[in-house]
């Protein structure tokens, strides 16, 4: 019984050290759910966003559901939240 614990104890460590390590994350945005579900979705379909700084609504658009202006540290884009489906994602300059 001992060694079958010293034997999965550093396989325990390990995998906590992932799910609490920022890089595992995949950045460290910000603690507002709408810019980490909106930057996590956004690098999920390959576009660049290092850390979610925040996430507006978008006021242009006001009837469209979903809306949001993501600002990340290198880019600023147009996010429309469809559930279950793709994000439409523009690069806003």
């Known amino acids: 019984m ?3 614990f010293f034997s999965i104890a550093p396989v325990i460590a ?5 799910f609490i390590s ?3 994350r995949g950045g460290d945005d910000s603690k507002d759910p709408s810019v980490s579900v ?3 979705q956004v690098r999920k379909q390959g576009y ?3 850390t979610g700084i925040s996430a507006d609504k978008d006021q242009r658009h006001p009837k ?8 990340c540290d290198n880019a600023i884009y147009h996010v429309h939240l469809v ?3 793709r994000a439409e994602v523009e690069r806003v300059d």
């Open 38 to 40: 909106a930057a996590k």
């Open 22 to 24: 920022p890089a595992a």
């Open 64 to 71: 469209l559901k979903g809306g949001w202006i993501l600002k």
């Open 14 to 18: 390990t995998t906590g050290a992932l």
């Open 48 to 50: 660049p966003c290092g």
């Open 83 to 85: 559930p279950r489906r």
């Open 2 to 4: 001992r060694y079958l």
